[in-house]
């Protein structure tokens, strides 16, 4: 009789713990789960964005006014839908004044969206011909400061926890070939078509 309870309770303890880590994975999985849905906006967002520049830079030494208008209002609709990622900066010191201000315009603007303004500034005062340099710099810096936000090694690596497969053991599709093809042959059994197309 008392195996009997010990095993009852030894049996319940398991179940708790197996309960209480499965509750665990699934808020893991769901922090997981959103950032992902955050990175792919943003990414979305930034592939909007640097299209549209790269537009402005092609057709900068064009004269179609009509369609750098509709860019610049492209990039203009894009700054206002960056701020939803990236709000302004409300400085201590200042808070009571940024107060009076509305909620969207307290602060100062963050710096990935001061790039862009910087870039929309030029082309709408059409001087990319003379600032080629700074439209260049400001590019870069936004790029960077998606890149800053974005992590893309920690990103990899929070995939790598979700996968069995290790990038720093695959090979790329130039060493494959390499490989005679009963060599290239064999690693695909081995290892999947991962190693090709990852």
């Known amino acids: 009789m008392f195996e009997s309870d010990n095993l009852t309770i030894l049996i319940s303890l398991i179940s708790i713990v197996i309960a209480i880590s499965s509750v665990f994975f699934s808020i893991g999985l769901q922090r997981f789960e959103l950032k992902s849905i955050y990175r792919s906006e943003l990414l979305n967002w930034y592939k909007e964005t640097i299209e549209i520049i790269f537009e402005l830079n092609y057709s900068a030494n064009q004269i179609d006014n009509e369609r750098n208008k509709s860019l610049l209002s492209r990039l203009s609709t894009n ?68 890149f800053y936000v974005l992590d893309p090694k920690k990103y990899q690596n929070l995939i790598r926890k979700h996968k069995i497969a290790n990038d720093a053991d695959r090979k790329s599709f130039i060493e494959m070939m390499e490989f005679s093809p009963e060599e290239f042959s064999e690693k695909i059994k081995e290892n999947g078509w991962w190693i090709i197309i990852w």
Do not use: M, W
């Open 79 to 146: 700054i206002e839908l960056g701020r939803f990622f990236f709000p302004n900066v409300i400085d201590e010191k200042n808070k009571k004044e940024e107060e009076t201000k509305q909620i969207a315009f307290r602060g100062k603007r963050h710096l990935t969206l001061d790039c862009l303004i910087g870039i929309f500034e030029i082309y709408y005062n059409d001087k990319s011909e003379s600032y080629k340099d700074e439209i260049r710099l400001l590019h870069k810096q936004f790029t960077s400061e998606i």
